[in-house]
C-alpha cells in the first residue's frame, strides 16, 4: 500500500487513537473492589530535597489470592485506608485506581505523546518531506520511505510538446532581462524567533503542568482533563504550522541574508568567496510558487512558501549553514545563476534542485504567476 504524506499522517493519528480504545476494551472485561491501604509515601512538599512522586501500597484478594499494588498517592484515600481499584477478570494481577485519572490517566499520556511526536515528523518538511511516498508492505523492510531524498524530487510531470506562446515569451524575458534573472546580488530571508510565540510557549507551561497534576493527584473531573490534553496537543502543533505570523513560532528575519558574486553577507557577518571553498545547496522553490503534484499521487495543487532552501559552505574550515526565503521568481533564478558564477569562480558548488527549470516555468504559466517587472 501506498499513502502519500498527507493520508500517511491521519492514518498514523488513527492508529494510535485506535490502539488507546482498544487498550481500553480489555477494561470492560474488569470488576471492582476495595484495596487497602496499607503502607504510603510522605506527601511531596514544595520545600527542601526533591522526592520521587508519592505512591501508596495496597493489598486486595481475588478468590484465594491476595496482590499487591501501588497506585499513585491521594490523601483522601490515604485518610480512609482504602481506594477502590479496577483489575482484569482474566489477569487479576492488572489492576487500576477506579478513577478517572486512574483509568485513562494512561491512555491519555499514550496518545497525547505519539500525537506530539507523530506531528513533529509529519509536519516538519526537513524530516519527511512534502513529495515523500510512505509504503506499507508485507515483507521487511515492513515501512519504508521513498521520494524524501533530494535526488528524488526532480521526477514531476512535464508537459510533452512544444512550448506554448506565454511559457516562450517567459523564456525570453529569461534570457534577456539580465538585470532581473541574473542579478549579481539576491536578497534572502532565514527565520528568527518570534517574541510572541515565546510567550505563548512560556503560558503553555501551565496547562501541560496542570494536565500532569491533574493525573498525579486525581483531583479533577474528566471533562476538565480532557480540555487540557486537547490543548497540550494542539498549542505547539499550532504554533509550529500556522501561517499567521502573530502565532508562528519562527517568522522570516527580513533582508538578513544577502547572497552575491563577492559572498555571503548575513547581519554583520560577511562570507568572502574568497574563503569558501565549497557549498552544498538544497534549492526548492520561492515564495508563492504554485504547482501541480505528480498525477500519480492525485495531482494536488500546492502552493510553496518557499522557505525550504538550504545552504552549507565551508568557510575557512568551519562549515556555515543557513535555511533561506526566497521571496520571488527572480531571485529564485537569479540565485540559480549565481551558484554557477561562484562555481565559475573556483567554489566548488554542488547544486540540487527540487524542480526542473522546464517544469518551473510551466507552472508559472500554468497558475499564471506573477513575475517581477
Request: aromatic share 16%.
Amino acid at each position: 500500500m501506498t499513502f502519500n504524506k498527507r493520508r500517511a499522517f491521519l492514518i498514523t493519528m488513527a492508529i494510535w487513537l485506535i490502539l488507546s480504545l482498544l487498550y481500553q476494551s480489555l477494561w470492560l472485561f474488569s470488576q471492582t473492589m476495595k484495596a487497602d491501604i496499607y503502607a504510603a509515601d510522605e506527601a511531596r512538599s514544595g520545600y527542601g530535597r526533591r522526592r520521587s512522586i508519592p505512591r501508596m501500597y495496597t493489598t486486595y484478594t481475588v478468590g484465594d489470592i491476595t496482590y499487591h499494588s501501588s497506585y499513585f498517592r491521594n490523601e483522601l484515600d490515604v485518610s480512609n485506608g482504602y481506594c477502590e481499584i479496577r483489575y482484569l477478570i482474566f489477569a487479576p494481577d492488572i489492576s487500576r485506581k477506579n478513577s478517572f485519572a486512574g483509568n485513562w490517566g494512561y491512555t491519555l499520556v499514550f496518545f497525547i505523546f505519539l500525537s506530539l511526536v507523530t506531528a513533529v515528523l509529519f509536519i516538519r518538511k526537513d524530516i519527511i518531506g512534502d513529495q515523500a511516498v510512505i509504503i506499507v508492505q508485507g515483507k521487511s523492510p515492513f515501512i519504508r520511505i521513498e521520494k524524501n531524498i533530494i535526488e528524488d524530487y526532480d521526477g514531476h510531470d512535464i508537459a510533452d510538446g512544444p512550448s506554448s506562446e506565454a511559457e516562450l515569451a517567459l523564456k525570453k524575458r529569461i534570457g534577456t532581462e539580465a538585470d532581473v534573472f541574473q542579478k549579481t546580488e539576491v536578497s534572502a530571508s532565514d527565520y528568527k524567533f518570534n517574541p510572541n510565540a515565546i510567550g505563548i510557549f512560556v503560558a503553555y507551561f501551565i496547562p501541560l503542568y496542570w494536565f500532569f497534576k491533574i493525573l498525579v493527584t486525581e483531583r479533577s473531573a474528566g471533562p476538565g482533563i480532557i480540555f487540557l490534553g486537547m490543548v497540550v496537543v494542539f498549542v505547539p502543533v499550532f504554533v509550529q504550522n500556522t501561517r499567521n505570523p502573530t502565532f508562528k513560532a519562527k517568522i522570516p528575519d527580513q533582508g538578513s541574508l544577502l547572497f552575491s558574486t563577492t559572498g555571503v553577507q548575513y547581519k554583520d557577518e560577511f562570507y568572502s568567496i574568497g574563503d569558501i571553498d565549497a557549498a552544498v545547496v538544497y534549492l526548492e522553490s520561492f515564495q508563492g510558487f504554485e504547482y501541480q503534484e505528480r498525477v500519480v499521487m492525485g495531482g494536488n495543487i500546492t502552493i510553496s512558501p518557499g522557505d525550504n532552501n538550504k545552504i552549507s559552505f565551508k568557510f575557512k574550515g568551519e562549515v556555515i549553514d543557513f535555511t533561506f526565503i526566497l521571496d520571488e521568481f527572480a531571485d529564485y533564478w537569479s540565485f540559480k545563476n549565481l551558484m554557477s558564477d561562484w562555481a565559475a569562480r573556483g567554489v566548488n558548488v554542488l547544486l540540487t534542485k527540487v524542480f526542473e527549470d522546464e517544469f518551473v516555468v510551466q507552472q508559472m504559466v500554468k497558475f499564471n504567476t506573477q513575475v517581477s517587472i
